[in-house]
C-alpha cells in the first residue's frame, strides 16, 4: 500500500489547463515506485491557480504546474528537493482547509 500521495486535481478549470496529461506523466514517472500512488482528486477549490498537485502527507501544494515542472516535481515526490518556484500563489488558509480535509482520509 502507497505510503505517499501525488493527488492532481482533474475538474474543469485544472483540466483545461492540462492536468489530464499532467497525472498521466506522473503517473508513468513514478509507475516502478511501490509506496507511491498517482491519484486524481475532485478539486482543491484553488481553481484559477491550477492546475493544482497536492503531495500529502507531504503537505506540499504546487500550483500553475506545467509539462515541463513533471520531472521536478517526480523528483521531489521519490526525495529530491522541493519545487519552491511552483508553491506561491494559493491562500494559506485554504491550503490549512484542504490538508485538514486529507487528515481526515477524504481522498
Ligand atoms: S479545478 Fe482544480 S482546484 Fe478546482
Given at each position: ?77 521519490e526525495g529530491g ?27
Amino acid at each position: 500500500m502507497a505510503s505517499k500521495y501525488v493527488l492532481v486535481c482533474q475538474n474543469v478549470d485544472c483540466m483545461q489547463r492540462g492536468s489530464g496529461e499532467l497525472f498521466q506523466k506522473l503517473k508513468d514517472k513514478l509507475a516502478g515506485s511501490e509506496d507511491i500512488e498517482v491519484k486524481s482528486y475532485i478539486c482543491f477549490g484553488g481553481c484559477q491557480s491550477g492546475p493544482n498537485i497536492v503531495l500529502y502527507p507531504q503537505k506540499v501544494w504546487y500550483c500553475g504546474v506545467k509539462q515541463s515542472d513533471v520531472e521536478d516535481i517526480a523528483a521531489h515526490v521519490e526525495g529530491g528537493p522541493e519545487v519552491e518556484r511552483l508553491t506561491h500563489g494559493i491562500d494559506p488558509t485554504l491550503k490549512d482547509l484542504i490538508y485538514q480535509v486529507l487528515d481526515a482520509g477524504l481522498f
